[in-house]
């Protein structure tokens, strides 16, 4: 016990408490996750956030400490973004043919993703900061948080809001497939890519190769349509 305790006092004194805390909690996660058949439930981001945030807040950690050491994992994001590029690629020809209907169905899912976001907001009576905060929601929380703060809102509520959308389509869209007798992999995976960004296409690369391409293609179609609709949308309405 004694050993245990000069070991936390150590690691919490240094960027290594952050690191250490996300990988062992992250492995611990992981196992659990496989041990379930990765029912969509125990999907270890999900729980993984939880567990350090009780641990922040029972140990009494400020966050900036934690982040000192987490922020290495969190340089990994670029890296693992670029990399869903492979499975595109491997795809090339059958994306190119479908090149038409992708843009659409992405501009669809993003509109609607967006507006259904702050009209159930503003049917709640939310704040207009709160709002332009929650518009892009489904983005990856990096580009959320820019989009949010040109269109006047709070980027790190932005970035809250990104998370939490993520999660809840990583564990939910199986059984809402499911529900909807949605079976192709493909149809599952943009669906999951574009409402959920880069933790459903994480999920998605989990079930089906095909379908972790199509969500990582959704998932980069709306960074760049985010990027440049909501803006202007933002100025004419």
């Not at 090149?99 to 993703?113: E, F, I, Q, S």
């Not at 960004?197 to 990582?216: F, M």
Request: charged residues 10%; without cysteine; positive net charge.
């Amino acid at each position: 016990m004694q050993s245990f305790v000069e070991l936390w006092v150590y690691l919490s004194a240094t960027p290594l408490f952050g690191l250490t805390a996300t990988l062992v909690t992250y492995v611990l996660a992981q196992a659990l996750y496989a041990r379930v058949g990765f029912a969509p439930w125990a999907n270890p981001v999900l729980w993984t956030v939880l567990t350090l945030a009780l641990l922040l807040a029972a140990s009494g950690t400020p966050y900036p400490t934690y982040f000192s050491g987490a922020q290495f994992i969190h340089f990994l994001l670029g890296p693992a973004v670029v990399a869903l590029a492979w499975p595109l690629w491997q795809r090339r020809a059958e994306l190119r043919a479908r090149a038409r209907a992708v843009l659409l169905a992405a501009t669809a899912g993003g509109l609607a993703a967006a507006a259904t976001a702050v009209g159930l907001g503003w049917l709640l009576g939310l704040p207009d900061a709160v709002l332009r905060s929650l518009a892009p929601k489904s983005v990856t929380a990096p580009v959320a948080m820019g989009i949010a703060e040109q269109l006047g809102g709070i980027p790190a509520l932005a970035a809250a809001f990104a998370v939490i959308t993520g999660l809840t389509g990583a564990v939910s869209a199986k059984y809402l497939f499911d529900a909807l007798r949605i079976a192709e992999p493909e149809v599952r995976g943009f669906a999951l890519g574009t409402a959920a960004h880069g933790i459903g296409a994480a999920r998605a690369l989990q079930v089906h190769p095909d379908a972790g391409a199509y969500a990582g293609l959704a998932l980069g179609v709306q960074v760049v349509l985010a990027a440049l609709l909501m803006p202007l949308l933002a100025r004419l309405f």
